[in-house]
């Protein structure tokens, strides 16, 4: 059996005994029957990863020996920063689990002229925990150490003001720029919006901020899709892929 990773909150330090969360106890004893003897991977986020013992494996208490810290896969040399119009359902999941898999640093639901999800105060909070969790289920399946930021929602222009990356690219399929093949930046803001696009005046806005056009190719691609394949071009082209 593939040894299960295990992301928790607390500190890692080699020889330590810590008890783990009640959630990834339950999945440790309950869902996967771990037994003391079993081995883990456990990492917090910070760097690095550690190969570990089950001291103990009850069905609400599970503590685990910290063993000897190792590198692990680290964050990718390309900070890309997903700006991404809030969609319904699953879709909003794939989006956060796929960018993650996929190396993206950092994530920001937004409200937009056509997103049709309205998130009130206590929801939006929820959804904002919900997200942060799908995120790290990702990191702990695909090996990955450090967790990308989930940032809460925000409106588009706030979120244009506030982004501070070294390239900025606003996708839309009427655009004809693709990405240059030229330096390296080391940190990218990617701007995608809902199905049916940004509205005309979010574009200029976009440009306005110092976002350039681009588009994927001839074919138009759901909300979904567009930044997972621009996210991968990118990682491809100045990332770790």
Sequence with gaps: MRVPRIHTGQVLQ?????????????????????????RVVLFNGHGGEYPS????????????????????????PLAIHLGISISRGERMDWVVQKATELGASELTPLFTERTEVKLEDERSQKKL???????????????????PDINPPAGLREWLASTRAERRYVLHHRASDRPAADTAPASIALLVGPEGGLGTTEIAAAEQAGFEALALGPRVLRTETAPLAAIAILQSRWGDM
């Excluded at 080699?14 to 079993?38: C, F, N, T, Y």
């Excluded at 103990?56 to 680290?74: L, P």
């Excluded at 925990?129 to 967790?147: F, K, L, T, Y």
């Design 129 to 147: 925990r919900h997200w942060r969790q799908v995120a790290i289920s990702a990191c702990e399946q695909c090996g990955r150490n450090d967790v």
């Design 53 to 76: 013992v089950l001291e103990r494996a009850e069905r609400k208490r599970v503590e685990v020996r910290v063993g000897e810290r190792r590198d692990g896969v680290e964050a990718s």
């Design 14 to 38: 080699s020889g330590s005994v810590i008890e783990l969360e009640p959630g990834a106890a339950q999945h440790l004893a309950r869902a996967l029957r771990m037994s003391a003897g079993d």
